[in-house]
């Protein structure tokens, strides 16, 4: 009896043991099986973000020649403005030598007693008075009998260095619109926005080295006339007189 329960307790170890046995290899092969599963879903993940980040790095190529290409534009677009305004300076000013060389046919039975002597034109570069320019340039348009027209293309080939800029601004169907080129030097060099440096240049004047007296009085009277244009002249006067002390 004691034999049977000997061997009946031997089988049940034994069968726990192969038991115990085969769900260890049952676990161990469930465990490689997710670790498969686990590296296979990372190697696609990675493949998935290497995807991804060619893909960026496509896009930011594209942004980048896309820019490349936006600037090209814009620079052609300035180079065919500066041109473009080149090209139509030319051309006024060929238009306006064939207008000064061509000859004025009077008809044969009129009487002339009078011929209008044709004054030289004025050159601005922005360094003086606009007001004072102008005033000169109308009197001289007067002179010559110029219409709106040629006082507009005069205009354009008086200008000079910084003035001559200007033109850069203003569209190409305007350079012969007399108002418009007026305007757009007015806004640039207007007296208005020299004001203030007249004064400041005023009020640091002093005598220099070797310079005599007169020069240094003519020069106040001529800055005081530019910084308080608006003054009536016994004004200036006194303000000049002050200056010298």
């Known amino acids: 009896m004691r034999k049977e329960q000997e061997e009946m307790k031997d089988k049940m170890e034994k069968g726990q043991e192969e038991m115990k046995n085969e769900i260890q290899t049952h676990i161990e092969s469930k465990v490689g099986e997710i670790k498969d599963n686990v590296n296979s879903y990372i190697e696609k993940i990675e493949e998935d973000v290497q995807s991804v980040k060619r893909e960026i790095g496509e896009v930011k190529g594209e942004v980048e020649r896309k820019i490349e290409e936006v600037e090209d534009k814009v620079q052609g677009k300035i180079k065919e403005v500066k041109e473009k305004v080149q090209v139509k300076i030319g051309d006024l000013e060929k238009r306006l030598s064939e207008l000064e060389d061509r000859p004025i046919n009077f008809p044969a039975n009129l009487d002339l007693t009078y011929s209008r002597p044709m004054v030289k ?84 004047r002093r005598q220099k080295p070797l310079e005599s007296l007169q020069v240094l009085a003519a020069d106040v009277e001529r800055l005081m006339s530019l910084a308080y244009a608006e003054c009536p002249q016994e004004v200036r006067d006194s303000l000049a007189a002050y200056s010298k002390h």
Do not use: C
Request: zero cysteines; hydrophobic letters at 40%.
């Open 121 to 204: 034109s004025l050159t601005f570069d922005g360094q003086t008075s606009w007001t004072v320019f102008k005033t000169q340039f109308d009197i001289v348009s007067s002179a010559n009998g110029w219409n709106n027209r040629v006082k507009a293309s005069q205009l354009v080939v008086s200008l000079r260095g910084s003035a001559a800029e200007v033109l850069q601004g203003i569209p190409s169907d305007k350079l012969t619109d007399l108002m418009t080129i007026e305007n757009a030097l007015e806004a640039r060099f207007g007296d208005s926005h020299l004001t203030h440096f007249y004064r400041t240049e005023l009020k640091t």
